[in-house]
């Protein structure tokens, strides 16, 4: 069972460039989500999905753009790196049906921007 | 506003030695209190949901506990292959969204 895949597992960008991470998950979960984790933060909420074409914005939007054109599959895109986007970043995916905090997340993206 | 906060931020055990963590929150309508383990490099992996004051969750050396202000994880005779990040999440009644606390660092040694 994959579960939640993300790559790349390691990136370096230089400030201004842009890049795409991928997330897909083969559960045939309605809800999939990005977070980030910094040190001394906990994790972060970003964007997340409920269903294809349906996306909404977390706690830490600004930066970053995703879309959702199917079921597995749901990219984060970073439209101009900047610094303080370095970080960890984790895919996660649950069933919609019910509120739970019962995520699956994948292993990681971990992004260094100079 | 809603809040989670872990303590402490690290916590060293000998084998054996048992101990507990802390997770308080601070939530409007709380949905639900989840804890999960993160070993270095991976992503967190759920452990356990709690739903109500008083109510408890099992699992090997792990029991999770929940009061109306505050969950503790505690642990009982805990291994070396118990050491990793432990994360305590609620989800807010109020906004829907699930948010984390900074996490508990245990390292047990042999």
């Known amino acids: 069972n994959a579960g939640v895949t993300q790559t790349p597992k390691f990136q370096v960008l230089k400030t201004g460039q842009s890049m795409t991470l991928q997330c897909a998950q083969d559960?045939?979960?309605?809800?999939m989500s990005w977070y980030r984790q910094d040190p001394g933060m906990g994790l972060r909420l970003i964007h997340y999905?409920?269903?294809?074409?349906?996306?909404d914005q977390g706690e830490v939007p600004n930066g970053y753009n995703v879309s959702r054109s199917t079921t597995e599959d749901f990219p984060l895109r970073l439209l101009s790196a900047a610094p303080s986007q370095t970080s960890v970043y984790f895919c996660?995916?649950?069933?919609?049906?019910?509120?739970?905090?019962?995520?699956?997340f994948g292993e990681g993206s971990r992004l260094t921007v100079l | 506003e809603d809040q989670v906060t872990q303590s402490p931020e690290a916590l060293r055990l000998q084998e054996g030695e048992s101990s507990s963590l802390n997770c308080s929150y601070t939530?409007?309508?709380?949905?639900?209190l989840f804890w999960y383990r993160q070993d270095p490099g991976k992503g967190p992996e759920f452990l356990f949901t709690?739903?109500?004051a008083g109510e408890e969750k099992e699992k090997e050396r792990l029991k999770a506990t929940l009061t109306k202000k505050e969950s503790f994880l505690h642990i009982t005779a805990p291994k070396p292959e118990d050491s990793a990040t432990y994360l305590c999440?609620?989800?807010?009644?109020?906004?829907?969204?699930?948010?984390f606390g900074q996490g508990t660092t245990l390292q047990v040694k042999p």
């Open positions: 996660a995916s649950r069933r919609r049906d019910l509120f739970t905090g019962e995520l699956f």
């Open positions: 559960m045939n979960h309605e809800y």
């Open positions: 999905s409920v269903g294809a074409g349906i996306t």
């Open positions: 939530v409007s309508g709380l949905r639900g």
């Open positions: 709690l739903y109500s």
């Open positions: 999440a609620v989800g807010s009644g109020n906004t829907g969204k699930l948010i």
